[in-house]
């Protein structure tokens, strides 16, 4: 597992996979968190973390519960990407 933010991946641990190991840190990759978990165990919590979801929009519940500045940010990665699927011209 990789993770930009320390937090995703501890929340993760707690909430859905325990099995995750520690976190290792490193400023040269290009995602500064990593941590790893058997392969079942990954597929398990991600079985209960589909069934948990219980909102109807991403980014407004990731405002409500992870703060506006980093729903802004996922805004900006659905602004870019938006743009595959517009015709090209």
């Known amino acids: ?12 641990k707690v909430q859905f996979l ?6 290792q840190e ?3 990759n290009d995602y500064r ?3 790893v978990a058997p ?3 990954v597929a398990e919590a991600m079985s209960r973390l589909v069934e948990d979801l219980d909102y109807d929009n991403f980014k407004n519940e990731v405002a409500e519960r992870q703060g506006r500045a980093r729903a802004d940010l996922y805004h900006d990665v659905w602004s870019v990407l938006y ?4 015709p090209q011209q």
């Open 1 to 12: 597992m990789r993770a930009r933010v320390r937090a995703d991946l501890e929340a993760l």
């Open 33 to 35: 968190f990593r941590a």
């Open 83 to 86: 743009k595959l699927q517009r």
């Open 26 to 28: 490193s400023t040269t």
């Open 39 to 41: 392969q079942v165990a």
């Open 18 to 23: 325990p099995e995750l190991s520690a976190i």
